[in-house]
């Protein structure tokens, strides 16, 4: 069965970084999107960044762009958020999730809808 583990999270200070990971096993579509989503406690789940196999789409939420990247190695099926300069109020559990249509990932639209997701690594940023 198709799954999704995220790996990588940790607790850094202020201005530090971080490279998670999102490892995809049993996937066997050729094309889809994989998102990066956090939940901070007490908040709702907001979408970070997607980025698509075909590299058609790379989508970023305001408040990370310019701090984080995506990337991806398929020959691993594994795909990375690479977070710098990092501020406390990117604490939160990061998932990935992947979007088999690539239909919400080109749309900008960081919904819920995503097709299979992780079990979530935690970051916390202090100051």
């Known amino acids: 069965q198709a799954r999704l583990m995220e790996s990588g999270g940790g607790s850094v200070q202020t201005g530090g970084s971080l490279r998670l990971s999102c490892a995809a096993s049993?996937?066997?579509?050729?094309?889809?999107?994989i998102g990066w989503f956090r939940q901070a406690p007490g908040k709702e789940r907001e979408g970070v960044a997607c980025f698509s196999t075909d590299d058609q789409y790379t989508r970023y939420a305001d408040s990370v762009k310019g701090r984080f990247t995506i990337s991806k190695d398929l020959a691993k099926n594994t795909w990375y958020l690479q977070m710098n300069n990092l501020k406390p109020e990117d604490t939160a559990v990061y998932y990935c999730?992947?979007?088999?249509?690539?239909?919400?990932?080109?749309?900008?639209?960081?919904?819920?809808?995503?097709?299979?997701w992780g079990q979530g690594t935690q970051v916390t940023v202090s100051s």
């Open positions: 999730a992947a979007d088999l249509s690539m239909y919400y990932c080109s749309q900008y639209a960081f919904t819920d809808d995503y097709d299979y």
């Open positions: 049993e996937f066997t579509w050729g094309q889809y999107a």
